[in-house]
């Protein structure tokens, strides 16, 4: 499986429809819009794990500086979760 960054989302968009939009590209096995903990509001991106490395990089050709629900997001691949001190 392979782990896509989507950043510049709306707002309103939610797990659903990343699924369903990302889904054009290959299967999607999991799509996650990070939250605000406090608030509940997306903090404007969010993940998803395409099964494949080659669905993955269609996701990315399809995706990446298109606008979706009014915003031009970027998708790119996932990167390891750098140390915070």
């Given at each position: 499986?392979?782990?896509?960054?989507?950043?510049?989302?709306?707002?309103?968009?939610?797990?659903?429809?990343?699924?369903?939009?990302?889904?054009?590209?290959?299967?999607?096995?999991?799509?996650?819009?990070?939250?605000?903990?406090?608030?509940?509001?997306?903090?404007?991106?969010?993940?998803?794990?395409?099964?494949?490395?080659?669905?993955?990089?269609?996701?990315?050709?399809?995706?990446?500086?298109?606008?979706?629900?009014?915003?031009?997001?970027?998708?790119?691949?996932a990167?390891?979760?750098?140390k915070?001190?």
């Amino acid at each position: 499986m392979k782990k896509l960054f989507i950043g510049g989302l709306s707002f309103e968009t939610n797990e659903y429809m990343l699924t369903e939009l990302f889904a054009k590209a290959g299967t999607v096995t999991s799509a996650v819009v990070i939250k605000d903990k406090m608030t509940k509001r997306s903090k404007g991106f969010g993940f998803v794990e395409m099964e494949t490395e080659e669905m993955a990089q269609a996701a990315i050709a399809m995706w990446n500086g298109q606008e979706l629900d009014g915003r031009k997001v970027t998708v790119n691949e996932a990167r390891p979760l750098e140390k915070r001190f």
